[in-house]
Structure formats: C-alpha cells, structure tokens
C-alpha cells in the first residue's frame, strides 16, 4: 500500500558528499515523522536522522554538524544531505515513514541504498 523508494547512494572519498532521497508512494492520509537508519556490517541499525511533520529534526552525535535532513511535504519526499562523509559513514542507508492511513498508522522501510566512503 506505501512503498519507500530510496536513491542517492553510491561510492565517495573520504570528505565528500551524497544526497539521499526517499520518495513516498502509494494510499495513505498523511506521513508523520521521516527518517534515515543505517546498518553497517556486525552493527544494529541505527537512526541518523529524523524530521517530524512539524519540522522538529533529531540527529545522531555521530553525523551531527554534518548531516541534514529534510523533507518535502508536498511531494512525499525526505532528504539527508551528507556532507564531510567518513568511512565510518559506510553503511546501507534506509529510510522510514510513520504513516498515517484511515483509521491506523504503521510504520515503513525503504530496501536501502548502499553508502561507501572510501578513505
């Protein structure tokens, strides 16, 4: 009924930037919060960054100062700009929506999108 379709990933040096985008799609009465989770290799997944319908932001320590989320409302669509990237960066990235049907929310996943920070 909704689906997440993530893009933007790919391969960069150390210092460089990326721009992810998760696009929404499909019946439903409004998005709530979106955001970014990564999962590294042996890791748990875990958020990066979030923004809610109101436009308050939440950030991992990690990426703060170099990350940025935001979103489009009126196009379904949340970003995060990725700026002075790392290897440790190195991650497939999902995004998430809580999303708001007629009568229920539930929650949605994006199939990820491979980041690779070379150093």
């Known amino acids: 009924q909704v689906q997440l379709v993530e893009s933007g990933g790919g391969l960069v040096q150390a210092g460089g930037s990326l721009r992810l985008s998760c696009a929404a799609s499909?019946?439903?009465?409004?998005?709530?919060?979106m955001g970014w989770y990564r999962q590294a290799p042996g890791k748990q997944r875990e958020l990066v960054a979030a923004v809610t319908s109101g436009g308050t932001t939440n950030y991992a320590d990690s990426v703060k100062g170099r990350f940025t989320i935001s979103r489009d409302n009126a196009k379904n669509t949340v970003y995060l700009q990725m700026d002075s990237l790392k290897p440790e960066d190195t991650a497939v990235y999902y995004c998430?929506?809580?999303?708001?049907?007629?009568?229920?929310?539930?929650?949605?996943w994006g199939q990820g999108t491979q980041v690779t920070v070379s150093s």
């Open positions: 998430n929506a809580d999303v708001r049907h007629w009568g229920y929310a539930n929650h949605y």
């Open positions: 499909g019946s439903f009465f409004s998005i709530d919060a």
